[in-house]
């Protein structure tokens, strides 16, 4: 700023914390009911703010918002394997193809209804992807990325190269939701029940040692716990939650194809994670409501959003790899003045 | 007889695809998930080069190469150079470079850029004939292939054992601290491991693609073909990523002579998943990279 | 009470490549004994920890504990029957505070199966541990994110960590490296207090004077090899110890 260096006096930026925490992370000594509300604002906002957009949309909007609840929910449990369990998941589009593909028979072949399709598909689906998963759960890094990454793309020419579950035509014509209602709030009471369960579940004594395995999981093991059992249980819950967008989709679309093993489905959660902030969980649902619309509104040109939001990801992954999320939350608890020095 | 030729010219393909990651990831540790595009870009550009600039086809060759060489400085200097030692970030972001590739030449209408799309964009052979061998008709594309394969693999051994470059690079790769010690500038390793394995991966596919056409799908497939080799073959080493092609190669070539060609994929993934089972650390993985990997 | 060998190693050999990292090692513990294992850098005493905690498997050889074999079970079973590791470099959960790295053991089906289902109040115990190792409570030390405390700290919650576990026996790799003094000298009343309360512990140590005033008996390792094992004073006499210490050099002056 150059006026500051005309004035010749010095003055720098401090930052005070609020004074409600208490030492660790996420306790708070309250004293008064503005201190209660300034905690519970941006959550009410946020849950609030979902309910209420879908008056606010008109039909296409609404289908958007519908399509942005899935891949918040990929998102998250992207954010949830990577940041608290350390397993880079690259292949988040098997956990929806698996839950899509599972929903889609049972009612194609079996005419069940959708209200009995989704959770068998959901639980089913999960079990799929974990046992698909558990060869390489015992990998490591780079080493579970890649080979995550392999599985959705090796499916797909596994399904038309055997021509089964309808081939490239994909399975059509299943049962859809009774009105657009159902659509919105089914998607995104889920997305709201899960995020708050995940956070819940990351300070519960599962998710600390979790955190600890991806901290350092020689310790874990010479604690006596089996961390292989652990990571199957992480991986078996964030495949409940990828499963069950896959199940809805199928539903949502009335059909199910091999477009839902694309890299859609894996690329835009992690650009949503990283920009919401790897770690907070609610920046990766913020960050798929941002982009989801964003490239929706770009679907006329094409491949164009796809190098958008490849675009805004290595933006923020080199530039602001803290994310959204991390930096509003920090602006939100901290007074900020300029001070003479 | 067909079996032979025919897997020995799949696996130089696995090969020649998987080298170049190989070589970045055993030098700096950098998964290059941008190998695949680059392998893509570099068809297209030469095809680009021949067709719509009308540049001599050798000439367009070398240039494509230098420009993929090029490109893979410019990822490591204004992207990767940054998120070293963050794994996760480091395939993110690579990964999004590839895609912003891949995708990027299929865009449309922008700038009257057509995008290439469709199977109209093939490549000439070298030397267009074929050949009888042992009774097995092959053309000529292939066993230049084969030679060009040889060719690489020998050329990088000479190079990271009686070049100065080279063997600085093998030292950052043995022990990177040791290696900086010693005046290595383990930035300038990085940066040379990349457009090397950048302009490999170029070359595998001016040697490769002439056999069919290029498309942007093949990109995706490349960069499995050349993970999964890296897999079965233990990341960063050489013999086994050369070993990994062979067994990989053969596989496929039989499984297609016994069932079709539909089960390749099948077989690839039996093949992972099988190492992951049983040799963690890959054919030739050694104890210090299983205790990395598990 | 009766004298039982708790944990026994029988001609141990490990390779690594080329390198013959352990060969043919022997020893012998007994409940409540306190045992050092020294030797120079490369002797293999790490290996050592790591092959009887079964995060290395040995080539052949065999580890008993309370008379069954060991040998060959994944660390965390092993730990699970109590016997336990500190890590040289050293491995606290750094995103956790302190008291919450305890957690983890606290979770073990160890400590679920020795509670009864009934584990109360998990983070007031870990507290506990840590204020009985020395983590000052009034100054809220065992609140403090792990990655934010001093090294001295950390050693401790390494042995905490291991405390937690309620072990038989355990193996402090290298716990004195890199302590000051007056570290060092408070770290030492906690060793004694655990052999006091019938924990049976290995020490692997480069600083032996402090080492020699807890332990009555040593091992020297010198390239994988047992050199000698007995009372300090005796084995420090010995000149193949000190040749192993001093090196070869020695020869060279003297020649």
Redesign the interface.
């Given at each position: 700023m150059p006026n500051e260096q005309l004035t010749s006096r010095e003055r720098r930026r401090e930052r005070l914390d609020r004074g409600i925490k208490v030492r660790t992370e996420g306790l708070y000594a309250l004293s008064s009911w503005k201190e209660m509300f300034y905690l519970l604002a941006p959550r009410i906002v946020l849950i609030l703010g979902l309910l209420v957009a879908p008056f606010l949309l008109d039909m296409y909007w609404q289908r958007v918002l519908c399509a942005a609840g899935i891949y918040a929910l990929l998102a998250l449990s992207f954010d949830f394997l990577a940041a608290y369990v350390g397993l880079v998941c690259l292949g988040g589009s098997f956990f929806i193809g698996s839950g899509a593909y599972i929903s889609g028979l049972l009612n194609a072949k079996m005419g069940w209804a959708p209200f009995l399709t989704i959770p068998i598909a959901t639980v089913v689906g999960a079990i799929v992807s974990t046992l698909v998963l558990l060869p390489c759960l015992r990998l490591r890094g780079i080493y579970f990325a890649i080979t995550s990454f392999m599985f959705p793309l090796l499916t797909v020419n596994v399904i038309i190269a055997l021509n089964i579950f309808g081939g490239t035509e994909g399975i059509s014509a299943l049962a859809t939701y009774p009105n657009p209602w159902v659509d919105q709030y089914l998607i995104l009471s889920v997305v709201i029940v899960s995020l708050f369960t995940l956070r819940r579940l990351v300070n519960e004594d599962m998710g600390l040692i979790l955190r600890s395995i991806k901290d350092n999981d020689q310790a874990v093991k010479a604690s006596g716990i089996s961390i292989l059992s652990y990571k199957i249980k992480a991986v078996f819950i964030a495949s409940l939650i990828g499963c069950f967008g896959g199940a809805y989709l199928s539903h949502l679309y009335g059909w199910v194809g091999i477009s839902q093993f694309s890299l859609d489905f894996s690329i835009l959660p992690i650009a949503a994670t990283v920009m919401g902030g790897m770690g907070t969980l609610v920046g990766p649902v913020i960050g798929a409501l941002i982009l989801t619309p964003l490239s929706e509104a770009l679907r006329g040109f094409g491949q164009l959003r796809v190098v958008l939001y490849c675009l805004i990801l290595i933006g923020f992954i080199v530039y602001k790899p803290e994310g959204l999320m991390n930096y509003l939350q920090r602006k939100y608890h901290q007074f900020e003045h300029w001070e003479d020095v | 007889m067909d079996i032979l030729i025919y897997g020995t010219v799949n696996s130089v393909i696995f090969a020649l695809v998987a080298v170049g990651f190989t070589l970045v990831y055993g030098v700096s540790r950098l998964p290059n998930f941008a190998h695949g595009a680059l392998y893509v870009l570099v068809g297209f550009l030469t095809w680009s080069l021949v067709n719509d600039f009308k540049v001599f086809y050798p000439l367009a060759i070398l240039i494509s190469l230098g420009i993929s060489a090029l490109l893979g400085a410019l990822i490591y200097r204004l992207i990767l150079i940054r998120l070293r030692g963050l794994p996760t970030s480091e395939i993110i972001a690579s990964f999004a470079v590839g895609l912003i590739i891949l995708e990027g030449l299929r865009l449309q209408g922008i700038g009257g850029f057509k995008g290439f799309i469709g199977p109209f964009y093939v490549l000439p052979a070298f030397i267009d004939s074929k050949l009888r061998i042992a009774g097995v008709l092959i053309d000529a594309q292939r066993l230049i292939l084969i030679g060009g394969g040889l060719c690489v693999v020998a050329a990088l051994w000479l190079f990271t054992h009686y070049t100065k470059t080279g063997l600085s690079l093998r030292a950052i790769a043995q022990d990177e601290q040791a290696a900086m010690m010693l005046g290595i500038d383990s930035d300038r390793a990085a940066v040379i491991s990349l457009s090397i394995g950048s302009a490999l991966a170029g070359l595998a596919a001016v040697i490769i693609l002439p056999l069919g056409n290029v498309t942007a799908e093949a990109g995706y497939r490349v960069l499995i073909n050349a993970l999964a080799v890296c897999i079965i073959g233990g990341l960063g080493s050489w013999a086994g990523a050369v070993l990994a092609s062979f067994v990989l190669g053969f596989a496929m070539i039989i499984s297609t002579a016994l069932f079709g060609s539909v089960w390749e994929s099948v077989v690839l993934v039996g093949a992972i998943i099988l190492i992951l089972i049983f040799r963690p650390s890959g054919l030739l993985g050694k104890q210090k990279e299983l205790e990395e990997r598990v | 009470m009766a004298v039982e060998t708790l944990l026994q190693v029988k001609e141990i050999t490990k390779s690594?490549?080329g390198v013959q990292a352990i060969l043919r090692v022997n020893l012998e513990l007994e409940r409540g004994d306190i045992l050092g294992i020294i030797g120079p850098n490369g002797s293999g005493k790490t290996t050592m920890v790591n092959l009887i905690?079964g995060?290395v498997k040995p080539d052949s050889g065999e580890v008993l504990f309370k008379g069954k074999t060991i040998t060959g079970k994944?660390?965390?079973k092993i730990?699970?029957l109590g016997v336990?590791?500190t890590?040289q470099v050293m491995?606290?959960?750094?995103?956790?505070?302190a008291f919450?790295?305890l957690?983890?053991?606290l979770?073990?089906?160890?400590i679920r199966r020795t509670a009864g289902g009934k584990l109360g109040d998990?983070d007031g115990v870990a507290i506990d541990i840590l204020e009985e190792i020395g983590f000052e409570r009034d100054a809220?030390v065992p609140?403090?994110?792990a990655s934010s405390l001093p090294l001295g700290y950390l050693k401790r919650l390494e042995l905490a960590?291991?405390l937690?576990?309620k072990p038989e026996v355990i193996i402090c790799d290298e716990i004195f490296s890199g302590l000051s003094m007056s570290e060092i000298s408070t770290m030492i009343p906690v060793i004694e207090r655990l052999q006091m309360d019938g924990i049976t512990i290995i020490m692997i140590e480069h600083r032996l004077r402090e080492l020699f005033r807890l332990v009555n008996r040593i091992i020297v390792l010198n390239f994988g090899q047992k050199l000698a094992e007995g009372k300090p004073e005796e084995v420090m006499a010995k000149p193949e110890v000190k040749e192993a210490y001093l090196g070869t050099g020695a020869g060279y002056v003297g020649s």
């Open positions: - | - | 690594f490549g905690t995060f994944p660390p965390h730990a699970d336990t590791r890590f491995r606290p959960y750094y995103s956790l505070p919450k790295n957690i983890v053991p979770n073990s089906p160890r998990k809220y609140y403090k994110i960590r291991c937690a576990l």
